[in-house]
């Protein structure tokens, strides 16, 4: 049996039998996560954030994270804060700082396909897909390595969906979200010291 197919065969169906409160309780959680997306997503300013984390540079750390994992619930692309945080905190801890927030990020992206799997019949939409896109290896490390890159939202709500193992899931996407932000970083600030030098 070779990866791909190894890794398909691990990769768990959404089907659960889940007590009817329990599921209403999932689909409640997940409506407040899509609303607070949304209107996060429509209020969410980058001069706002810059000026105040400008203004209390002792907590740049824990409120990066924090807007890091916020942004998860929206497609707002987070990887630009990285460089707002190399200017407060330096290159190397930004990088750490940035790749570790969207991951945080991607937990809660993970978690709300979980919360998907409750709410919506995934097996008969499924069956209505062409056999190339149901036979895709979304457990497969090599496939989260090369989806992520080009659609990583709809894969991290699939992966928690059809349940990729946490570990394969975060471990890619912390390996994935450090190497973006190092390069976003890098280019960020050389870009600035072009503009603005010294």
Known sequence: ??????????????????PPRDKWLNIGILAVLTLAGVILSIRFDWPTVEAFMQSNPSWTIVISLVVYTLLGLTVIPSTPLVVIVALNIG????????????????????????????????????????????????????????????????????????????????????????????LFALAGLGILNLVIPG
């Open 91 to 182: 290159l190397l801890p930004a990088i750490l700082v940035s790749g570790t927030g969207q991951t945080l990020a991607s937990w809660l992206e993970y978690y709300q396909g979980r919360l998907i799997n409750y709410a919506i019949d995934l097996d008969t939409l499924k069956s209505k897909l062409p056999q190339k896109v149901r036979d895709m290896p979304i457990a497969s490390p090599m496939f989260q390595l090369a989806a992520r890159v080009i659609v990583p939202k709809p894969l991290a709500l699939l992966s928690g969906a059809y349940r990729v193992p946490l570990g394969t899931y975060l471990g890619i996407s912390f390996l994935e979200n450090t190497l973006g932000s190092a």
């Open 1 to 18: 049996m070779d990866i791909l197919s190894e890794a398909k065969s691990k990769t768990t169906e959404p089907k659960k039998t889940v």
